[in-house]
Structure formats: structure tokens, C-alpha cells
């Protein structure tokens, strides 16, 4: 047994839990920042930058998208071989890397293709206003057609964390988004010279971002992952591997991407309402993404913990796992609530919105936050219910939370709020609904999986 895997067997799992989770909260709550970010600069602009900032949250789950099938993929690729080093299973451990590569380089490839033919009509898709669909599609074109920075680092990322590298991924995504920062005002102002790009640059700076944290990851792999030999035969697509890599990975990407689901279904909503509604709930949603990337990143370190223990059949540190879990991610969640819920005004001023989009994204702000407890059990337990293989118990999280107990909610709020404009606020209680609603499920879900795979007995 190498020094890795006695850390994984041995370390008391409180302790296991905090080491790893927060270099990997740190990681996943960088990766809001790319899109915080760029609104913040964006809305400042001299000239258009309400426009601008609504053509970012058009393009945002487009977005949210292209990072839920790059980290799903790395999330099945990372339960896989956190499973294999367990098992002491070294061939599949490589095989499992080299096609996770493979895969990374796909996606990669798919998203190409819809940067230069899709885009556009993406985006007209959710409005008829002209300036801001030429916004929007310049965008999003950008952030696809040079999306290999982004696809590559969640394959190696995923790789480094499972591994035990927490912290070389994160500094690797600490780079990247130093970088877009930077790169930022320089851009989308033309600062020192550079010619004033507006979105566009703040498209380039992302990007740019993006292939630096690769970088970063690439070189920590080939310097720090001793335990991962890949070889040029690892390469050679495995429908095994791909099926192994899926079963998990397939339910964390639907898990994601029905993130973008939502906020493209709620866009559509909310339009019918006002115009202001949907820049409103854009801004919150990049606002809050930081408490609910901390939350997967807890997730991140839950998930490879309990994959540890679960292949080496070891009851009492799943339960641990279980326990620690959603202590820790109750404790992010209760006290990112607190932060919202007082400095509601100070966020909302960032942008410099109007009157009324500013009260709207304060009131989203104050009643959409009270969800955040329960968002977080219910992240708690896709990372659990991920970790010992049942895919389909954190899918079903995923499609109660962002899918069945929304729309219903919001298409009777919005008819509501249709026929009295001072109902619009009722709208933003459709997501604590749906995460209590959800928590209540999950609970149910664990129960019946934990019987059926004896959980409570083994070791």
C-alpha cells in the first residue's frame, strides 16, 4: 500500500474530508468566477452595458452546460480510478485516464462545431432585441470555438483530485482565473494599447483563462501523478471504460446540465413577465453560484472519499462519509445564507443596474437564499449516492431540485404574477420549495439504497 492509499484508508475521515474539500472548494468556487467576473466588468461598460450584461446570462447556461459534460466526465473518470487505487487495480487505473483524455478531446470537438453553427441561433432564441443578440452570439461563439482549455482541465483536474492532489488542481485553477481577472479590463476597455473589445473581451479573456489552468493541471499531472501511467495504448477508446466512466458520469453531467435547463427554461419564463426578471435572476443565480460551487466542491471531496471506502468495504468510514459530509456542507451552505441575506444591497450595486432590476435581484436574493440549507443536502447526497454507485439516486436529486419541482411552480407563479404585477417577487419561492421538496426525496432515496447495498453491515 503507497502513502496515498494509507492516507485514504487510515486518516481519520473528518480530517481526510477537510484536507481534501478545501483546496476543492476553493477550485470549484474559482470557477464562478469566470462568469462573475465577466458580468461585473461588462455592466460597467460606457456605453451598452445593461445590454451586455443580458446577453451574458442569455449565453450563461449554454455555458453552464459545456462545464457540467466536461466535469460530469471527469467526475465518473474520477469515482473510477479513486475506486481502482482502492482495489490496487493499476491497469484500469491508466486505461481509466487515457480515456477520460480521449473524451476531454470529443467534447472539445462537439462544442466547435456548435460555437461556429449554433451560437446564433442560441441566442436569438431568447430575445428579439438585436443588440443584444449580436452581444450575446459573439460571446458564446468565442467561449465555444476555443472551449479546449475548459474541457481539458476538467479531465485533468478530476484526475489530480482523485489522486490526492487537491491542492495542484486548485492552483491551477487559481491561475486561470487570476488570469481572465487581468485580462478582464485590459479587453473589454482597452487598457495599455489593446483595442476596446467590449463582450468580446471579456469572451477572450475567459478563454484565455481557461487554457492557462490546463496548462497548469497538465504540468502538475506529469510532475505530481506518479500513481497514473498512462501510455499511448491507454489512449484506444474502451467502450468498457466509457460505460465504467458514464454509469457514474453520465448522472453528474445530466446533473449539471439540467442546470442549464433551468436557467434557459426560467429565462423563457421570465421573459413573459419582464425583461428585467430575467437579468434579474441571471445576476442572483452568478451571485449564489459561489455558495453552490463551494458546496460541489465539498461534493468533489465527498464523492472519492466514499468510492475509497466503499471499494475497500469499509462501513464505518461510509458513514462517516455520510455524516462529515453533510455536517460540512450544511455549515457552508447555513453561513453563505447568513452573507446573502446581509449584504444583499452591496451585491446587487456591483453591477449598476436601474431602479427596478436592482429591487428585483435584492428580492431574489433575501427569499431564493432561504433554499440554501437544503440545496445543500441535496448536493451532499449526490456526491454520496454517486460514490457508491447508484447514479440514478443523485439523477433523481437532480431532475427534483432543477426540473420537476420548478417549472410546474414557476409557470403558476408566473400566470399569477401575469395578472398582478405585484406578485412577480411570488417567483423566487419557487426554489426553496423545490430544494425542501427535494431534501425530503433524498432522504427517502438513501434509506432504500443504503438497505439494498447492506451498507450499514459491511466491515
Known amino acids: 500500500m503507497n502513502l496515498k492509499d494509507e492516507k485514504m484508508a487510515a486518516v481519520p475521515v473528518r480530517r481526510l474530508m477537510l484536507s481534501m474539500g478545501i483546496p476543492m472548494i476553493v477550485s470549484m468556487v474559482l470557477q ?20 451586455a450584461l443580458n446577453a451574458l446570462t442569455l449565453a450563461f447556461p449554454l455555458q453552464i ?55 446564433e441561433a442560441y441566442i436569438n432564441s431568447q430575445t428579439d432585441n ?58 473589454i476597455y482597452g487598457w495599455f494599447g489593446c483595442p476596446e473589445m467590449g463582450v468580446k473581451g471579456a469572451a477572450y479573456a475567459t478563454v484565455i483563462g481557461q487554457i492557462v ?15 497514473i501511467h498512462i501510455r499511448l495504448r491507454d489512449f484506444i477508446p474502451s467502450l468498457k471504460i466509457f460505460g465504467m466512466i458514464y454509469s457514474v ?13 433551468m436557467t434557459y427554461g426560467m429565462n423563457l419564463i421570465l421573459k413573459g413577465v419582464s425583461e428585467n426578471m430575467v437579468t434579474a435572476y441571471g445576476l442572483y443565480y452568478k451571485i449564489q453560484q459561489f455558495l453552490l460551487f463551494a458546496a460541489f466542491g465539498m461534493r468533489d471531496a465527498i464523492t472519492p472519499i466514499t468510492a475509497f471506502s466503499y471499494g475497500m468495504g469499509s462501513g464505518k468510514r461510509i458513514k462517516d462519509c455520510v455524516k462529515f459530509g453533510h455536517l460540512f456542507t450544511f455549515i457552508i451552505m447555513l453561513t453563505g445564507c447568513a452573507v446573502l441575506e446581509i449584504f444583499a444591497v452591496p451585491f446587487s450595486e456591483i453591477f ?44 433523481a436529486i437532480s431532475i427534483g431540485r432543477q426540473l420537476l ?20 417577487r411570488l417567483l423566487w419561492a419557487v426554489f426553496p420549495i423545490a430544494e425542501i421538496l427535494t431534501a425530503a426525496a433524498a432522504l427517502i432515496i438513501w434509506k432504500r439504497i443504503s438497505n439494498k447495498k447492506n451498507l450499514k453491515h459491511i466491515g
Open 32 to 51: 464562478a468566477v469566470y462568469n462573475i467576473v465577466d458580468s461585473a466588468f461588462v455592466s460597467n461598460m460606457q456605453t451598452g452595458g445593461e445590454d
Open 65 to 119: 452546460l459545456m462545464v457540467a459534460v466536461g466535469i460530469g466526465t471527469g467526475v465518473g473518470s474520477n469515482v473510477l480510478i479513486a475506486k481502482s487505487l482502492g482495489q490496487k487495480d493499476g491497469k484500469l487505473t491508466d486505461k481509466t485516464a487515457g480515456n477520460a483524455i480521449f473524451l476531454g478531446a470529443v467534447i472539445y470537438v462537439i462544442f466547435l462545431i456548435f460555437g461556429i453553427f449554433g451560437a
Open 130 to 187: 438585436s443588440v443584444v443578440s449580436v452581444m450575446g452570439s459573439e460571446y458564446l461563439s468565442i467561449c465555444c470555438v476555443l472551449s479546449f482549455g475548459m474541457s481539458m482541465f476538467a479531465i485533468f483536474e478530476k484526475m489530480l483530485q482523485a489522486a490526492g492532489h487537491s491542492l495542484c488542481s486548485t492552483i491551477a485553477q487559481i491561475l486561470g482565473a487570476v488570469t481572465n481577472i487581468v485580462l478582464d479590463p485590459i479587453l
Open 213 to 227: 489552468s490546463f496548462a497548469a493541471a497538465l504540468i502538475f499531472h506529469l510532475k505530481f501523478n506518479k500513481a
Open 249 to 261: 458520469g453520465l448522472p453528474a453531467i445530466i446533473s449539471q446540465a439540467l442546470i442549464s435547463v
Open 352 to 395: 449598476g443596474l436601474s431602479g427596478e432590476t436592482q429591487a428585483l435581484c435584492i428580492s431574489a436574493i433575501h427569499i431564493i437564499s432561504i433554499g440554501l440549507v437544503f440545496a445543500g443536502i441535496n448536493i451532499a447526497f449526490q456526491g454520496i449516492f454517486q460514490a457508491v454507485g447508484s447514479g440514478i439516486g443523485s439523477l
Open 405 to 424: 419541482f420548478v417549472f410546474p411552480f414557476a409557470i403558476a407563479f408566473a400566470n399569477i404574477a401575469g395578472s398582478d404585477p405585484k406578485m412577480e
